[in-house]
């Protein structure tokens, strides 16, 4: 989204814990990876870490997914995240 010039991303769906599941969707079929604990702490690190790089940008992020365990972006009401 950054490349393509965006100002403003509202994250979605980032739960970035698997307390309430894995998936919206269910677990994959034993032949598929699942989501570890391990892999969404890293992944969790990444978007946290991205916070600094992106504001220092001047890109507004903001967090409307209400479960999310992200704290580097504000967390903010879906439908009030679509209103901006």
């Given at each position: 989204?950054?490349?393509?010039?965006?100002?403003?991303?509202?994250?979605?769906?980032?739960?970035?814990?698997?307390?309430?599941?894995?998936?919206?969707?269910?677990?994959?079929?034993?032949?598929?990876?699942?989501?570890?604990?391990?892999?969404?702490?890293?992944?969790?690190?990444?978007?946290?870490?991205?916070?600094?790089?992106l504001?220092?940008?001047?890109?507004?992020?903001?967090?409307?997914?209400?479960?999310?365990?992200?704290?580097?972006?504000?967390?903010?009401?879906?439908?009030?995240?679509?209103?901006?």
């Amino acid at each position: 989204a950054v490349q393509f010039g965006v100002r403003r991303i509202v994250l979605v769906g980032y739960d970035m814990t698997l307390t309430n599941g894995v998936h919206w969707h269910g677990r994959h079929p034993a032949a598929l990876n699942n989501p570890t604990t391990g892999n969404v702490a890293r992944w969790r690190r990444v978007i946290e870490a991205a916070a600094t790089t992106l504001a220092g940008l001047g890109i507004e992020v903001v967090n409307a997914s209400p479960l999310s365990a992200l704290q580097a972006y504000p967390k903010v009401p879906f439908e009030e995240a679509l209103a901006c």
